[in-house]
């Protein structure tokens, strides 16, 4: 692995041994053994988009590691000013040893990583969210033990999460299906990649019905601000409700990649009934991020 730009780049035993590295990150933080398996690195943080979690696991977990992460708003830096990708790409290279960015287009990650002398680290695109994903994979394993077998159900728009999660589940050996309104599908290169393995239905009930999990995401991604309410129109019975959540398993986990919305992807009751298990996926965001800058850019941890 040089470089994590998208879930459909990993191979099963590159998703293992990161949730595995993960694990251990989780562990030696809880018990006070940490290595610094980053020490003396930097990481260039490119944010074109808001964030909370990413921006903050990821400066926090470099500097647990021993290393330094630089928070660069693209507004600030001269990318933001037309300044091209090769040359940011090429200048940041000789000062930092990994590049994590967050932006609208997957071609403009793939084209840093093409000129960067670096690792490259998607931190979500209009198409991708790797980060998260594998964070959601290392929790759900946390409260079932294993992956394999487990049913997923992704209720609502098929975004940049679910199209991470559709991959992420299958190189898990998962059985993963989909409820989106006509028209919000997941992109067509992950139903590719999926093919048959993909259940896709416009049925909330028909994809919760027996789910191990279910996960949901807001209606509107960050850069969709002005289709807001006609999503709002779009997605109604689409919303994780006490009603929908009785079809799925007794002992179902829910997960959001947050922010939510509650009250409409998402209801409050149902929320609370599975805060615990949300914020233990906002948490491991932390670890699985150690992990996939140790593995890239660090020293293999002990
Ligand atoms: N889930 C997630 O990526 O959150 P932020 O947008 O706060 O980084
Ligand atoms: N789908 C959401 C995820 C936010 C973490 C967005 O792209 O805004």
């Known amino acids: 692995m040089k470089h994590l730009l998208k879930m459909t780049d990993l191979t099963k035993q590159e998703v293992l041994k990161i949730l595995n590295v993960a694990d251990q990150m989780k562990f030696n933080l809880t018990h006070g053994l940490e290595h610094e398996t980053l020490k003396g690195r930097n990481l260039a943080m490119i944010f074109n988009k808001s964030s909370t979690r990413t921006r903050v696991s990821f400066e926090v977990g470099i500097a647990q590691l021993g290393g330094h992460g630089l928070f660069l708003n693209s507004n600030d830096i001269q990318l933001g000013r037309g300044e091209t990708i090769e040359d940011t790409a090429k200048v940041l ?93 997941p992109a067509r290169y992950i139903r590719d990649y999926a093919g048959q393995r993909l259940s896709l239905t416009n049925d909330p009930r028909e994809a919760v019905a027996g789910a191990d999990v279910v996960f949901t995401d807001v209606w509107a991604s960050m850069g969709q601000e002005t289709e807001a309410a006609a999503r709002l129109k779009a997605f109604e019975g689409f919303q994780l409700n006490a009603e929908l959540m009785k079809l799925a398993k007794p002992d179902v986990m829910v997960q959001h990649c947050l922010p939510a919305h509650r009250g409409e992807e998402i209801t409050a009751d149902v929320f609370d009934a599975h805060a615990e298990q949300i914020y233990d996926e906002a948490e491991n965001r932390l670890h699985v991020q150690k992990a996939i800058m140790t593995l890239l850019m660090g020293e293999e941890p002990v």
């Open 93 to 185: 290279s000789r000062y930092v040893d990994g590049i994590m960015i967050r932006t609208f287009k997957q071609s403009d990650v793939e084209e840093l990583a093409k000129y960067a002398g670096v690792p490259v680290i998607n931190a979500l695109t209009d198409d991708e969210h790797p980060c998260q994903v594998l964070a959601d994979l290392m929790t759900i394993r946390e409260y079932r033990s294993s992956l394999q077998g487990l049913t997923v159900a992704w209720v609502g728009d098929g975004n940049n999460v679910c199209n991470s999660l559709i991959a992420g589940a299958l190189l898990c050996d998962m059985k993963i299906k989909a409820a989106t309104p006509k028209g919000y599908e």
